[in-house]
């Protein structure tokens, strides 16, 4: 349902045609007591816009107005700057040709507006009263609609006035329109209308409505996302724990493998390490030190090893016997830089040789 409101005029106050779905009109005088879910249609009053028709290309809107404001200018005596052009389209396929072009004051669509506002009606759309009106094949129609009479033709349309709709007709046909043809032309103009004054800065601004419906489905995805991705790590964390849990098991498993067999397991790292002290023995173990004891031997030559004694502390005592007095110091020297800890007992000269003991310790 469109509720056709009327503007007031200098002659007229507030109507309105309230236009169903089948086609029946209703009407009234003020403003209507509510509208409800209508869409409501301002119709601005014929007096206060200037039609022109002029051949504008089927362009964007912008592009057309564009065009439009320079034609205006053209041909109006009040600067551009304050009047406010609206370009429509009523060709019979929208491919251009012969277009309506109206002008009004940019401070009679602002008040309309702002007055409309005050009581709570914000327009779909606004059109100038003529354009209600069948636009001819040829000569003009006259009708009255919401107590005001217009007249128009393929390129005019005004408040018909005795003496300016004499001088403008002349001598071209007119017709007058019963209330059947125009009731019709009424819902025609309304299904598609010619115009829309509300176009540029004063343009219907949408309101942006939130489908909370919309939010709700995508606050429960982004929950679910969250969820797997949540799934996700914990099944990671999960796998690599077992993962660990397994190597360990196996590493204990092998650790036991050297064990001796019998013995009971309470902590397999440290009984290991005492097994491995117990079988290489204490400090460095044995094989470790005498290694080093023997390669210190072989690099200072002259020198030799009279006794070896591993004591249970890990330290090694050894007898050397040298050909001079300066060797032992040399192997002792060789020992420490090896990394170990000796200390030299006395050593006594004999027989062209020099003899005595040392003792070898992990520093």
């Known amino acids: 349902m469109t509720t056709l409101l009327f503007l007031p005029s200098a002659t007229q106050g507030w109507r309105w045609l309230r236009i169903a779905a089948d086609g029946a009109i209703g009407a009234g005088d003020g403003l209507p007591a509510d509208t409800g879910d209508d869409a409501v249609v301002a119709v601005a009053p014929a007096d206060a816009v200037t039609l022109h028709w002029a051949d504008l290309p089927a362009r964007s809107p912008a592009q057309a107005t564009a065009a439009a404001r320079l034609l205006v200018a053209e041909a109006s005596a009040t600067p551009i700057g304050e009047l406010h052009v609206a370009a429509g389209d009523e060709g019979e396929d929208g491919s251009g040709g012969e277009r309506p072009i109206a002008v009004v004051a940019l401070g009679a669509m602002a008040g309309w507006l702002a007055e409309l506002a005050v009581h709570g009606i914000d327009p779909v759309a606004m059109v100038p009263a003529p354009l209600l009106l069948p636009r001819p094949d040829d000569g003009y129609v006259r009708g009255t609609i919401a107590g005001t009479a217009l007249v128009r033709s393929r390129t005019t349309g005004f408040a018909d006035e005795a003496r300016l709709t004499e001088m403008v007709v002349g001598d071209a046909p007119m017709a007058t329109l019963d209330r059947a043809a125009l ?181």
């Open 183 to 363: 009731d019709t032309a009424l819902v025609a103009a309304v299904a598609a209308l010619p115009l829309d004054l509300r176009q540029g800065p004063f343009a219907r601004r949408r309101r942006i409505g939130i489908d909370w419906a919309l939010i709700r489905r995508l606050a429960l995805l982004g929950a679910a996302i969250l969820a797997v991705t949540l799934a996700i790590d914990l099944v990671r964390i999960a796998k690599y724990a077992f993962g660990a849990d397994a190597l360990e098991a196996r590493a204990d498993a092998l650790g036991r493998t050297g064990l001796a067999r019998g013995e009971t397991v309470t902590d397999v790292d440290r009984q290991l390490d005492e097994r491995l002290a117990g079988v290489r023995g204490p400090g460095l173990g044995f094989s470790t030190t005498v290694a080093a004891v023997y390669a210190a031997v072989r690099a200072t030559p002259g020198t030799e090893l009279t006794s070896l004694e591993f004591q249970s502390n890990g330290a090694l005592r050894i007898g050397v016997g040298a050909a001079r007095e300066s060797l032992p110091t040399d192997l002792k020297r060789a020992l420490e830089a090896a990394g170990f800890t000796v200390t030299a007992g006395t050593f006594q000269s004999a027989n062209g040789r020099v003899t005595g003991e040392m003792t070898v310790s992990r520093s």
